[in-house]
């Protein structure tokens, strides 16, 4: 029997306990949600953008050479893109913050990573969420996570030979039936409520996201084992892709999910999934099939894809030199690849020209866990040679790592061993970055993408008259 004194204590827990519960569920309930807080922003920031645009409309803010245009646009001053700058020595900065102050400024669900949760949040309003607002955003997308039975049913039908990412778009774009864009805009809607759409639509497709990559997870390579997992409606993203991917209980997976949605979210606007993204929805496309023509983009292996080919490109390597990891042998490889006119997946990029914090993060991450694995010493070995033979090649502008040099070593150890799927938990990720925009692009009534071309004559005949 218990002693009175014993029977007072357990009621004074029980009520603390209570009275914990009650306190969190109230600052959930008195915490301004992420399209309130949107909401009271964005016409002040909107009427901003049409003054300064009236104001300052004529001002010559760049000059574009002649190969720029058949360099594929490099560098050229044109995009809006409010989340993220990216700095081709210090790597990129969401709202102004790096990866290490994302990681120490925002409110975190695990030990160490930030969560994409609370990125979303900054990115769409340029403010840091506080920890009740971001579980209240968790629950939000964690409440959107259904898929409609034809998307289910799409998916369980296709070849399971079919590229993991031609199974994401084609899901993706099969969510146009939900979109509450296009209907409103089919029934009259008027343009300054555009953005309530596109909301409704980016948040539905961020909450359903994960139950699409793990029905192709599960379809493709666990015949489809994982299928009747659900999301909880409880857990953060990270937990909650985890969980549908099959890896139950394993804070150190879930961990790395949270830092790989937010670090792979966004990279400025003009990288191609993104501004993939953000021209289809110029012409007013709803976020579904805008998104899903990012995701096209992000497919190729210029792209997201790389860390598809990095892991291939990797086993190769293990497979030929068995064991050996020496400078002489990795610098053999190299020079094998590049001499066959290959790229080596996973170095140089377009705007950066140091290693990547992405990387550097992902390093950081396995330095902390598993130090020792195999395949995180190869890469660390190749971190030390692939610099110096690139830079010797003369060809690449930047011859460091990019995020895919390190993304797929990291699945591996925890047993996510399936690489063409790698892309896929990318493209997850790359709508926590270009979802935000596409609300933006719509509050602020950014206007259609059309550049001007030209053919190669008349370049040449432009070319002739400005050297006059
Ligand atoms: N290996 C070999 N050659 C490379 C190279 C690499 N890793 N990176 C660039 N080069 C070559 C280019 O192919 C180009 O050659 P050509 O003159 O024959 O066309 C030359 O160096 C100059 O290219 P650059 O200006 O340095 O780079 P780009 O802006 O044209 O291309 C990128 C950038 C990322 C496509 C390129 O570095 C590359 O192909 N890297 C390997 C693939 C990869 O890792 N992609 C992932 C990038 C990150 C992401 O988007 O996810």
Not at 268 to 275: I, K, Q, Y
Not at 360 to 378: G, S
Not at 404 to 422: C, P
Request: proline share 5%; with cysteine.
């Amino acid at each position: 029997m218990l002693s009175s004194q014993a029977i007072k204590k357990s009621a004074a827990s029980a009520l603390k306990q209570q009275s914990r519960l009650f306190s969190q569920n109230n600052n959930l309930l008195q915490a301004k949600s992420l399209k309130e807080t949107f909401k009271d922003i964005y016409p002040a920031k909107a009427a901003a953008i049409k003054e300064f645009k009236k104001q300052y409309g004529d001002v010559v803010i760049d000059q574009v050479k002649l190969s720029q245009a058949y360099g594929g646009m490099r560098g050229i001053k044109s995009l809006v893109w409010e989340g993220s700058v990216l700095d081709p020595v210090e790597g990129i900065r969401f709202r102004g913050l790096t990866i290490p102050e994302v990681t120490e400024q925002l409110p975190k669900f695990g030990a160490d990573s930030p969560c994409p949760e609370a990125l979303l949040w900054l990115l769409l309003t340029g403010e840091k969420p506080s920890m009740e607002q971001t579980k209240l955003l968790s629950k939000d997308l964690a409440s959107r996570s259904e898929l409609p039975k034809h998307t289910t049913d799409l998916l369980d039908s296709l070849p399971k030979d079919l590229h993991p990412m031609a199974q994401f778009s084609i899901a993706v774009v099969s969510l146009e039936s939900e979109s509450k864009f296009s209907k409103a805009y089919a029934a009259g809607v008027n343009k300054g409520e555009y953005w309530d759409y596109a909301y409704e639509d980016c948040l539905n497709l961020l909450g359903k996201l994960p139950a699409i990559g793990a029905r192709i997870y599960s379809n493709v390579f666990h015949e489809g084992k994982l299928n009747n997992l659900k999301a909880d409606p409880n857990s953060d993203y990270g937990k909650n892709l985890a969980h549908l991917l099959g890896f139950e209980n394993n804070e150190n997976f879930t961990e790395l999910m949270r830092l790989y949605m937010t670090i792979h979210s966004d990279h400025e606007g003009g990288n191609v999934s993104a501004h993939t993204t953000h021209l289809v929805g110029s012409a007013l496309s709803s976020p579904y099939l805008s998104f899903a023509a990012g995701l096209n983009g992000l497919a190729g292996p210029l792209h997201g894809r790389a860390n598809q080919e990095v892991l291939e490109w990797l086993f190769k390597f293990k497979e030929a030199v068995k064991g050996d990891y020496s400078k002489e042998s990795i610098e053999k490889y190299l020079w094998e690849t590049l001499n066959a006119g290959r790229v080596v997946p996973g170095y140089g990029h377009a705007v950066l020209r140091k290693t990547d914090p992405r990387y550097t993060a992902q390093r950081e991450f396995a330095l902390k866990h598993f130090p020792d694995y195999d395949l995180f010493k190869l890469v660390s070995a190749i971190y030390q040679v692939a610099p110096e033979v690139l830079t010797k090649q003369g060809k690449t502008k930047n011859p460091w790592p990019n995020v895919d040099s390190h993304s797929g070593v990291l699945l591996q150890y925890y047993g996510l061993t399936e690489a063409s799927f790698y892309t896929v938990l990318f493209g997850i990720s790359r709508a926590f970055g270009v979802l935000p925009q596409l609300i933006l692009d719509r509050a602020y009534g950014m206007s259609i993408e059309r550049p001007k071309s030209f053919s190669t004559e008349k370049f040449m005949e432009l070319v002739t008259k400005n050297q006059k």
